[in-house]
Nanobody
């Protein structure tokens, strides 16, 4: 079973930055496509950014384009999400996930992806002054 531990969240002022980390355990990340997702109170989970296993294909949600950057370090079995110019609407619990097969990274980041995924605890991000 794919397991992740997300960390790096916290309280930050609007315009600030955070770097989230997600450590995978129980499997080798280099064979998987990866993604960051978030869920705000009262809202559906949404895809934030997804990357294919080779790292050459990346998708970002429209609301985070130009502000967030996904990256991976397969040697450390870790996925990162650099979040800059944070806004109050970025407040959510952030989760990561991986899949051995996807059609496209855009499809992985679309609403509704992740049925049957065993989500971790996530890491809380609060953007507020």
């Amino acid at each position: 079973q794919l397991q992740f531990v997300e960390s790096g969240g916290g309280l930050v002022q609007p315009g600030g930055s955070l770097r989230l980390s997600c450590v995978a355990s129980g499997f080798s990340l280099d064979g998987y496509h990866i993604g960051w997702f978030r869920q705000a109170p009262g809202k559906e989970r949404e895809g934030v950014s997804c990357m294919n296993r080779g790292g050459e294909s990346i998708a970002y949600g429209d609301s985070v384009k130009g502000r967030f950057t996904i990256s991976r370090d397969n040697a450390k079995n870790t996925v990162y999400l650099q979040m800059d110019s944070l806004k109050p609407e970025d407040t959510a619990i952030y989760y990561c996930a991986a899949a051995p097969r996807i059609t496209t990274v855009q499809a992985m980041c679309r609403p509704g992806w992740g049925v049957g995924v065993s989500w971790g605890q996530g890491t809380q991000v609060i953007v507020s002054s």
